[in-house]
């Protein structure tokens, strides 16, 4: 069995895929690399092939009808084989030298039966405009090097949450969790970073800074005008997010992780609610209403919650002023955090 299964997503990727997947080709025999070629319609497709033909034993290539980036996750976890699993972006890439210090850690798990079903490690964001990258670690959450449970976890930061770029999950356990990604939707790497979390037992933070974080290509995902044209699919996973856990169940279980896990969803319907009021539109704001609507009849508890305990009950403040106040805040944040 390989040490990790490492999925490739591609869609028109031509221009940048050679860079992440020769970062993980650095791993040589310990990995299996699936590159999923999502009916591009540029060279994407040949060279991907080309890597199969040049590495046989590490490289198998998927070609098949555009599903967008979620059926391209669903294909690679069809396939896998390897004890863990790692979506890289196509944009992005791994460090070489702190992938071999991660290989060696779970080789050293191996030699001892030891069972770690998720593995935490640092990304870095690197930002194409500013030219300035920018760490995102868990000191302050989790013990470095040590097995734990959610009972362990420390306080979370306002910026800072689990997220795919930092999450090597156990074959086994992502499986066992029944996650499937809807296709042809963005944002549905939400769904793959919180809904396995229950299924979870037993994780390990390393403190490597491991996986690099492209931003600022104008076509990417998280620019904050492709997610104003692409909101619609923001909501919907802001709901499947909000519904694919039974939060009171995990609540008895692991108090801590429920509690993680509301905060995860406050912060997606913080960024529903922010973008809806950027719109601005009559029937964006209708959307905005109809969003909490959805979670108070669908979650009475959670919409209480959501409304006056945490950070997203400040981006549904009433009026105009109310939208005003949390404009303001969201531009602050923006200039700080260096989101999108």
């Not at 930002?127 to 090097?145: F, P, R």
Request: aromatic share 10%.
């Amino acid at each position: 069995m390989r040490d990790i299964t490492f999925t490739v997503p591609c869609y028109n990727s031509e221009d940048y895929m050679e860079r992440c997947i020769d970062s993980l080709l650095s791993a040589d025999e310990q990995v299996e690399i699936i590159i999923v070629d999502d009916g591009s319609t540029d060279g994407t497709g040949e060279i991907a092939d080309n890597y199969a033909k040049n590495y046989p034993e590490i490289v198998r290539v998927v070609h098949q009808e555009n599903g967008g980036h979620g059926a391209g996750v669903n294909a690679g976890l069809a396939l896998a084989t390897g004890k863990y699993f790692k979506v890289v972006d196509s944009d992005d890439w791994l460090d070489e030298e702190e992938l071999k210090k991660l290989l060696k850690k779970i080789k050293q798990w191996e030699k001892t039966d030891t069972t770690v079903d998720l593995i935490i490690c640092n990304y870095i964001y690197d930002h194409l405009l500013t030219n300035k990258t920018k760490q995102m670690g868990y000191k302050n959450v989790l013990k470095e090097n040590k097995i734990c449970g959610w009972r362990d976890l420390g306080h979370f930061r306002p910026s800072q949450y689990l997220v795919m770029h930092s999450l090597f999950y156990r074959t086994e356990v992502l499986k066992k969790s029944g996650v499937k990604l809807p296709k042809h939707t963005f944002y549905v790497d939400n769904i793959f970073a919180n809904q396995p979390l229950p299924y979870v037992k037993t994780l390990c933070y390393l403190n490597l800074d491991l996986y690099h974080y492209f931003l600022g290509r104008e076509d990417q995902s998280v620019n904050e005008k492709i997610l104003m044209q692409r909101i619609d699919q923001q909501i919907r996973v802001t709901k499947l997010v909000s519904s694919c856990t039974d939060l009171e169940k995990v609540r008895r279980h692991n108090p801590k992780l429920a509690e993680y896990l509301t905060r995860n969803i406050s912060i997606m319907m913080a960024i529903s609610s922010i973008h809806l009021l950027l719109i601005g539109t009559p029937e964006a704001l209708k959307k905005r209403e109809m969003l909490w609507n959805y979670i108070k009849n669908h979650n009475g508890k959670l919409y209480y919650t959501l409304r006056h305990r945490t950070i997203s009950g400040f981006t549904f403040l009433p009026g105009k002023f109310g939208a005003k106040v949390t404009l303001t805040g969201y531009k602050v944040a923006q200039k700080i955090y260096q989101f999108n």
